[in-house]
């Protein structure tokens, strides 16, 4: 039987809920980094790269781990469905 | 249609009757409920909206949305899963139709009252036990102890040898409710005052959520998914576990609601760490259930119930990240009072809780109507417009809350927070109206199921002929 799990039909599927699964599993990790390095002003929140939160736009490091996290949580998901699709398809064409 | 029966005798009520009654009522409610939330976001986002009238002040109208949402959708939407479920997983009938109908009549007429009531200013004043004692009284014996006594009288004479541990579910947090209940409007009828009455209001608000909301629409997940795939369940001992590390985890004194509040604080540390452990029954119930869709991946873009129960599930995730560690004494100095705690709200409610009991309220009325959806297209629609809907509400409402944590860790003037925050609260605004559009949609979709729905002819299920014509 054909493989129905594709990048195609699971694009957003996991695009929206695997992507959301993953920013908030970022949000907490941000967060938690932050907290846990982060007690001093805008500017020496003790991490690299950016600030904590700049006061002029209030973006910082929380937003950026929740993007990463996002992103790898919809590919890890991807790839594994479309590993699933493979079996299923298999499966069915030997009927097991 | 259904109130004929309410003075019926018992063996001449339809099986099925109350499980009809409770669905359409929860449907009825979660879209009054969103509908409400709606228009309070759109209050938040445009401030000049709706202003003049009393009863349209946003803290008039705050409260009637959350209860109308929990008791009204998701608490129905429970009964009504507990009305097929229960019956179908012990072989047998439910003990009595025609409390069931009593049970959802009384549970719409006093949720009505209650909410009008609490619109009209008539509160406790306590939030998520809102309502006053005489409308909590009705609750607890109105509608939880005959609800309580309909699923175990089920229960114990079900024609099966074990019990499958969606009732163990069912049953226990009934029992639980009823307690939380009672115990937790005490502060009212007893007129406790002070940090009492804040301690009780939160350890009712914790256990509403952690021995309600959540494990029920669990076990609702561990009935749909073996049904619908045909999948036998992965494991029931991991069901087990979850379900007692539920009971020892959850049940914790709830004071991590309240960190910075002058409770002794080896209360605190021992709410908190429990708090943490919290990540082993949500780790084997997401285990269990995605292992348990092992070889029916297929069905994840193919059929609407497995769509909105495998989401359901797969936000159980961060929302068990999210609790476990928010609460923990360095992450909530950052995100406690702020729109975090809103999205994080939302996220057990609408996203996690909601999408089990949608598939299951889908599944459910269709079996019981013996009629197929109306149209799978209106069921994609609303699929899509709830987790988008719901996506937009939950990514802008945790920034806009880190925004405001920064502006309170930071002593930011408080008015350059609120400007900040405006555009994430339009987002909000858009997110919820859309959680509300998909959902009026979905209640004319049952409406026409129930109508003009395809009849499903005996030994077949109605989603297996989703794509027969």
Redesign the interface.
């Given at each position: 039987m054909e493989n129905?799990?594709t990048f195609g039909?699971?694009f957003f599927?996991l695009l929206?809920?695997?992507?959301?699964?993953?920013?908030?599993?970022g949000?907490?990790f941000g967060?938690?980094v932050?907290?846990?390095l982060g007690r001093g002003?805008?500017g020496n929140w003790g991490g690299w790269g950016m600030e904590?939160?700049d006061?002029a736009?209030?973006s910082?490091f929380?937003?950026w781990m929740?993007i990463v996290f996002g992103i790898a949580f919809s590919v890890i998901s991807m790839l594994a469905?479309k590993k699933?699709?493979e079996?299923?398809a298999q499966?069915d064409n030997t009927a097991w | 249609m259904l109130l004929k029966y309410l003075f019926a005798k018992n063996e001449d009520i339809p099986a099925g009757s109350s499980t009809i009654f409770f669905g359409y009522s929860a449907i009825f409610w979660f879209v009054v409920g969103t509908g409400l939330g709606s228009f309070n976001a759109a209050k938040l986002a445009f401030p000049d909206f709706a202003t003049g009238v009393e009863l349209f002040a946003f803290g008039h109208m705050r409260q009637v949305h959350v209860l109308a949402v929990i008791l009204g959708w998701i608490s129905m939407a429970f009964a009504m899963t507990m009305m097929y479920m229960t019956p179908a997983l012990g072989n047998t009938k439910l003990w009595s139709e025609k409390l069931g109908l009593w049970t959802a009549f009384n549970w719409n007429a006093g949720l009505s009252l209650g909410l009008i009531l609490l619109w009209c200013g008539f509160t406790s004043g306590r939030e998520y036990s809102d309502l006053i004692w005489p409308i909590d009284l009705v609750v607890i014996f109105g509608v939880l102890v005959p609800l309580g006594m309909n699923v175990w009288m089920t229960i114990a004479q079900r024609r099966t040898q074990g019990i499958y541990i969606t009732n163990w579910f069912f049953g226990a947090c009934i029992f639980f409710l009823i307690i939380v209940f009672l115990v937790g409007q005490s502060a009212e009828l007893f007129n406790l005052t002070g940090l009492t009455e804040g301690y009780l209001t939160f350890w009712f608000a914790h256990n509403v959520l952690g021995l309600w909301i959540t494990p029920v629409a669990a076990g609702i997940a561990y009935y749909t998914i073996p049904k619908l795939t045909g999948n036998p369940l992965y494991s029931h001992r991991i069901g087990h576990l979850h379900f007692w590390s539920i009971i020892a985890f959850y049940s914790t004194p709830a004071s991590h609601h309240l960190l910075s509040a002058p409770l002794p604080e080896w209360l605190k540390s021992f709410a908190s760490v429990e708090g943490v452990l919290i990540l082993i029954p949500a780790v084997a119930f997401v285990a269990n259930i995605l292992l348990t869709m092992k070889g029916r991946w297929s069905m994840f873009v193919e059929n609407v119930e497995i769509k909105f129960s495998v989401t359901g599930v797969l936000l159980a995730i961060p929302l068990n990240m999210q609790g476990g560690f928010q609460q923990t004494r360095a992450i909530n100095w950052y995100v406690h009072g702020t729109g975090w705690i809103v999205a994080h709200a939302h996220l057990a409610l609408l996203g996690m809780s909601s999408f089990l009991e949608i598939a299951a309220v889908y599944f459910g009325l269709q079996q019981v109507l013996r009629r197929k959806l109306y149209s799978l297209v209106l069921a994609n629609f609303h699929f899509w417009f709830v987790i988008i809907g719901f996506c937009i509400y939950w990514i802008s409402m945790t920034i806009a809350g880190l925004i405001q944590g920064a502006g309170k860790i930071y002593e930011v003037p408080y008015i350059d927070v609120v400007i900040a925050e405006h555009p994430y609260m339009i987002a909000r605004w858009i997110g919820g109206t859309m959680v509300f559009t998909g959902n009026m949609v979905w209640l004319y979709n049952m409406y026409m199921t129930a109508r003009e729905g395809t009849i499903v002819p005996k030994g077949r299920y109605a989603h297996e002929m989703a794509y027969e014509r």
């Open positions: 129905k799990l039909r699971l599927f929206v809920p695997a992507f959301t699964t993953g920013m908030g599993n949000s907490v967060a938690a932050m907290c846990a002003g805008y904590a939160y006061p736009t209030f910082g929380v937003n929740m469905m699933h699709g079996i299923e499966r | -």
